[in-house]
């Protein structure tokens, strides 16, 4: 049942002093610039504004969806029910060692995976490259651990701060997180809240140029400017997914708004107004088509959110 304006706020009276969005479009929040009004959206300030939202929510039953950068998500055209927490204000990165050898940060599950990656080159701290171009935060890029150039976000995290969803702060170590390719045990009712990370000390110059490479070669084969949620679905073992439904023949097609990338047949790019249903049919005929001709079942990489 949806409630009004005035029965959220009373639910959150006392205990969320902040703004809070009503009927938001998920569009706004999405890299695809697709997705129904999420019914509230809140941009919680501190750990301790979480603890007091994740108390509340869970007396009150009510569901709550965490949003990184909103850039491997496709939010369904109804909207997501309950409560989206933005972790857009979890921002603070700092040094917490340096020695000759390596370096330790401590980093925030909002800021934005870019920023942490130039940060890295300009000091010289290795462990990162790979994940230039990459966009989203931190949090998300732990959480489905993203990775590229054979650079994973997990192989430099040391421990990750996690909320639970009754307000419990534990830290734990990246070897219990069950990290594998593009995954973790991370539960979608779990709030990564921040990451210590540790990355391995190199001649400036030897990151930069690393980085630079990766970018170059990132921008001539994938549409990074374009709005997509990345790649639509995992690559099975041992080939690519963008390669198979190019060899399927799905390079350029289109289901209203949605077309998959003539660059990179696993991008599926928002060429003007695009709907989730649109982007979901165009899952359905690929990966059936992909299927018919390799006997290959497709897995989606991509989070599909939201009600239908
Ligand atoms: C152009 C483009 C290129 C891309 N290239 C790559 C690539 O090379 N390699 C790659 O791995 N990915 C790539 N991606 C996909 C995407 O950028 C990454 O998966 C990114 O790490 C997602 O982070 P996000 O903050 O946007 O997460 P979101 O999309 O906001 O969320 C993704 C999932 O993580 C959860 N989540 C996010 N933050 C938190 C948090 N703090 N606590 C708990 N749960 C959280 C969400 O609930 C959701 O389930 C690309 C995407 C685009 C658009």
């Keep these: 049942m949806k409630l009004s304006q005035q029965e959220w706020l009373d639910i959150f009276k006392g205990v969320y002093e902040e703004e809070i969005g009503f009927d938001m479009p998920m569009s706004e929040h999405t890299w695809l610039s697709i997705g129904g009004p999420a019914d509230v959206f809140l941009m919680p300030q501190d750990p301790l504004s979480i603890r007091n939202l994740m108390v509340v929510l869970k007396n009150e039953g009510v569901p709550f969806f965490t949003l990184g950068g909103g ?9 997501i029910e309950g409560v989206v927490i933005s972790l857009k204000n979890f921002r603070r990165m700092e040094v917490l060692k340096e020695g000759d050898e390596s370096a330790e940060l401590f980093i925030e599950a909002g800021v934005s995976l870019q920023k942490y990656v130039n940060f890295c ?16 935060t931190v949090g998300g890029a732990i959480c489905g651990n993203a990775g590229s150039f054979g650079c994973e976000m997990k192989d430099s995290v040391l421990s990750v701060a996690i909320m ?21 045990d991370i539960k979608g009712t779990d709030i990564v809240l921040s990451a210590n990370v540790r990355l391995t000390r ?51 097609m289109r289901v209203g708004g949605i077309e998959v ?24 005929r690929v990966s059936a088509g992909v299927r018919e001709k390799f006997g290959i079942v497709l897995e989606p990489e991509i989070k599909v959110v939201g009600r239908g």
């Design 71 to 79: 850039t491997n998500i496709l939010v369904r055209d109804g909207g």
């Design 121 to 136: 080159k300009e000091r010289g701290y290795s462990g990162a490259e790979g994940l230039i171009g990459i966009p989203g």
């Design 261 to 284: 990338s003539t660059l990179h047949a696993n991008f599926f790019i928002n060429r003007g107004g695009g709907t989730a249903s649109e982007y979901l049919a165009l899952m359905e």
């Design 202 to 252: 190199q001649e400036k110059e030897a990151v930069t140029r690393r980085t630079g490479k990766f970018f170059s070669e990132k921008k001539a084969s994938q549409p990074i400017s374009d709005r997509s949620a990345g790649c639509v679905f995992k690559n099975p073992q041992n080939t690519s997914a963008g390669r198979l439904i190019d060899e399927a023949g799905y390079k350029g």
């Design 164 to 184: 639970d969803s009754s307000g419990r702060l534990d830290r734990f170590k990246a070897e219990g997180l069950g990290f594998g390719y593009r995954r973790s």
